[in-house]
């Protein structure tokens, strides 16, 4: 039961939904969802984290960056099914139609470009 409360948490909020569904195109940088979601950089790693934790996302590291995919075949049924449900009930929702729409045009950039807006 602990398992299903920790994905049912993770998907209880529209931006980490965002970001999960965001992922069904395939690996994307920490810079990318930072651009997509248009939130702080602490505040998208804390909901990616969140994600990675219930067993939906796997993490990379590559040197300073991050990237983030969905769970692979080797995830939990749970885990599957959980993702499964998620796009069936959301595929055509206008949000998740205006993030596809945007991140099209976000995977073109270099994570570095992305980054160099919140650097200090």
């Known amino acids: 039961m602990r398992t299903l409360l920790v994905i049912t948490a993770a998907l209880s909020d ?3 939904v965002r970001a999960l569904l965001a992922l069904r195109g ?7 969802l930072i651009g997509l979601l248009e939130l702080a950089p602490s505040t998208v790693s ?10 939906l996302v796997e993490r990379r590291k590559d040197g300073r960056w991050a990237y983030f995919r969905l769970a692979g075949r080797a995830a939990p049924p749970i ?3 959980a993702f499964r449900w998620t796009l069936e009930n959301l595929d055509d929702n206008a949000v998740i139609a205006r993030d596809a729409k945007r991140l099209a045009g976000l995977r073109c950039c270099d994570p570095k470009e992305l980054a160099a807006c919140y650097k200090s």
């Open 46 to 55: 804390k909901h990616l984290d969140l994600l990675v934790r219930a067993g």
């Open 26 to 32: 395939g690996e994307l940088c920490l810079c990318h």
């Open 14 to 16: 529209a931006t980490r």
């Open 79 to 81: 885990v599957r099914h």
